[in-house]
């Protein structure tokens, strides 16, 4: 069943870029985001954003029909600021493509002036266009130019302000929430892009209804210009830290995603660089208490083979965590066609001695082929990787997006040296479950405490 | 007059109250840009009617997203393979844009073809394919010429229209045009019938099927749930076509019913009320006193089967209130249901419902009712708040609208965990109804620190 294919992608391991502008859009304060283009682009992506996240999501539509496609769709997006403009007025209206409107060619930025000429005497949310179009690669990239979108509008050069700015990615909120602590516990400012913390793990209340009240303010997105550094955790989400480097000077570093130890030990290091700072106690004695947490671990995981998906630098930073902890990263597969990704995973494999089948944008039926074909004790990845988990009778540890078959898909926390600590216990406990009987002792196939003892009693009655 | 809620000037029609006035909402009207709409496009609806159908892959022609966010989301069980469950895509790039993407669409169906041998491959246009122009049907041709596998354009390019149910339209004429016919039937008795709109969400069908066999019928196919594309194609040959989601599926059945002479009547399994009658109207259909003796017996067995099962469920819910706000069909398909079980339903509305819908809807709800057509996201939490009912019955994108409101939810669309067709399932829709109704995490959301 599982041969060589060349040009279709069954079960993707990607998604398009409206989809990443949006997660990005998630943690702005105050913000509407507006997908020009058909009503299902919005809808299923909310769909798609409210099962992970278990929260309300908003995200409007200038609902393209027949008529706008022929005619172009300046009718329907100026129609569109009007209404969010009256109805919710935000701070900010963030519209992006699709390949609808990308391919019809609409000029967004014209018709987003002609708007604002014509309500001059109004005082109007600000309005950004990103163009996002989904036929040019994936959602990673769709994430990558709305932070360089809103760094580009809104950045002003004014005093030094002695602030760090980082660039999360798609990360989860509780993992947001671990690089806002780590920067605190080392005492530096800093500017979150984009902050989804409190946004996407909302108390029950009315309230988170409205428009986010928290994440990054247009104030902060001004002030990432003056900055001491970016630092983008996400190597493929780069272009705002290069831009404002540029632009105004202010230092960029690109990755690593702080996902274990020697990852953690280059975002601190950095972090200390930019800011000059010291590393505290308390950080030193969670990098202590995460060694401590591996070396427990350890017996359970050496040389077990794992096989891991998702969004590149995600992946890249697990291949590198869960050799670190003695695993054998035997599949590495991302949706999204990256040399970085591939470069980055080569230079794991040379330092670990490990040799994974690499996987740049491969789907999960070449990484089901390959898992058959080298083998994997647990698969790290999201929700889609359930049915071939179950197909190979391996535990699907559940980490990135989406994740919609669990709860708790926000507070899934992996970042840091906490994160760490978590990621160890958890990821070990699952081998426990599976691998392990109830007296710790290991279950290896054939030779299980069932048969033996039903062949002892078969042989008994003969 | 206070009007229902705040809202724009333009929207306020699309609300009304049975019994004050002509009781029909304003409908079947493009939604407003610049709203959170609760709608999806054409090929959303093409796509969910058709993916039920089990042995067949479903390839979306278009750009990753189309596929990425719709490949898993429908419910639908099947008993016999998850291949419709595969989300394939021809991941339409910048230079297929450019050139035009026939040839990757052909290269990816005679691949496919190759490693799945599937009942068939439904192939979905979606809006940039439309666009640029693809001939998806030249391509089809082509491809199943080559393979000898049914290879089944479905014109579903997603700007067409503002209503998903053109969607529902389109994947019925593709079975029409292209499936239904084309196969004769090994054998055929005086009670062969189809069961139309019916998908096997968590496995409703399963609650159906026993029952129509037990008295005698021959199910030829079910459009779509659990089904094989080559069943599908005998269906021409049913003396009956049995309605279940009429949003959706009354379009295919009066099609058959032009085309073939195959008369259709509306059933409804949702709550034991429907299903008896239900079951009575087929038999009633084909006059066969053997036949109607089966039935009664069918459904004195089965009503003695859930008897009593469900009053401590009613005790619980009695008098509660519910509000409806879905597809299409369940605004009244549900509502006798709910009202087995005590429950008031005080407002039912739809996102995509057609004039024909809210007539529907009106004539099953009572007077007092609030009838509401394509509420936005704002709109439905002003409802919510507004006239707080003890349940809202949606979809995954209401839910956490409704929880965060601390009104209890309860989803009927394809992320329900339990069959409520029939007669066990009534069973299963109270015991469901009432964890999310009596739960006392609902109390908890109305107290806070320290009062």
Known sequence: MHQNKKFSVINPSKMCQPMGAVQALLGVNDTMPLIHGSQGCGTYMRFQLTRHFREPIEVASTSMSEKTVIYGGEFNLMKALKNVTEKQSPSIIAVTSSCLTETIGEDMEGIIEKFKEANLDQDLPIIIPISTPSYVESHVEGYNRTIKALVEHLAVKSVGNEKINIITGNISPADVREVKNILSDLNCENIILTDTSKNLDAPLSESALDLYKDGTTIEEIEDTANSLGTIALSKHMDSAAIYLEKQFGVKSISGPLPLGIENTDKFIGSVCKLGELEVPETIKRDRGRLIDAMVDAHSYNYHRKVAIFGDPDFVSGMTRFTCEMGMIPSVVCTGTKSKRFIEDIQIISDEKKVSPVILAGGDLYDMHREIKEVGADILVGNSYGASMAKEEDIPLFRVGFPIFDRLGAQRIFTLGYKGGINFVDQLTNTMLDYYYDEAGYEVSGDESEETIFEGYFAGEEV | MEPIIETFESRKKHMCIKGEGISLPVCDKASLPGTVTQRTCV???????????????????????????????????????????????????????????????????????????????????????????????????????????????????????????KGHWIGGDALLDYVIGTREPEKTTPFDINIVGEFNV?????????????????????????????????????????????????????????????????????????????????????????????????????????????????????????????????????????????????????????????????????????????????ELARLLKKYRPNLLISGAKEKYISLKLGIPFCDFNHDRISAFAGFKGFESFAKEVDASVSSPVFELTRKGLGN
Not at chain 2, 64 to 88: E, F, P, V
Not at chain 2, 227 to 249: F, G, M, P, T, W
Not at chain 2, 288 to 302: A, C, L, Q
Not at chain 2, 320 to 342: D, H, I, M, Q
């Open chain 2, 43 to 165: 090929y959303g609806g093409a796509r969910i009617v058709l993916m039920p159908i089990t042995d067949s892959i479903h390839l979306v022609h278009g750009p990753i997203g189309c596929a990425a966010c719709t490949w898993d989301i429908r419910g639908s069980k099947s008993s016999r393979g998850d291949l419709y469950k595969k989300g394939c895509s021809t991941d339409l790039k910048e230079k297929d844009i450019v050139f035009g993407g026939e040839k990757k669409l052909f290269e990816t169906v005679i691949e496919l073809n190759k490693i799945y041998h599937p009942g068939a491959i439904f192939v979905y246009a979606t809006c940039v394919s439309g666009i640029i122009g693809d001939d998806i049907k030249a391509v089809c041709k082509k491809s199943e010429e080559i393979t000898g596998c049914r290879v089944i354009p479905v014109q579903s390019e997603g700007y067409q229209d503002h209503n998903k149910t």
């Open chain 2, 202 to 378: 968590a496995g409703d069908l399963w609650g159906i099927k026993p029952l129509i066999e037990e008295m005698g019928i021959n199910i030829i196919s079910t459009l779509t749930g659990d089904s094989h594309v080559d069943e599908i194609a005998q269906a021409h040959r049913a003396k009956l076509n049995i309605v279940q989601c009429q949003k959706s599926s009354n379009y295919v059945a009066k099609k058959m019913e032009k085309k073939y002479g195959i008369p259709f009547i509306k059933v409804n399994f949702f709550g034991l009320e429907q299903t008896v009658n239900s079951l009575r109207d087929i038999a009633n259909f084909f006059k066969d006193p053997d036949m109607m003796e089966k039935t009664e017996k069918i459904i004195r067995s089965g009503l003695k089967e859930v008897e009593h099962k469900t009053d401590e469920y009613k005790k619980r819910l009695d008098g509660k209130t519910v509000a409806l706000y879905v597809g299409g069909n369940k605004a009244w398909s549900l509502v006798r249901a709910f009202e087995e079980l005590g429950m008031d339903v005080m407002m039912s509305g739809t996102k995509n419902g057609i004039k024909e819908d809210y007539e529907r809807i009106k004539e099953t709800v009572k007077d007092g009712t609030i009838i509401v057509d394509d509420a936005n996201s704002t």
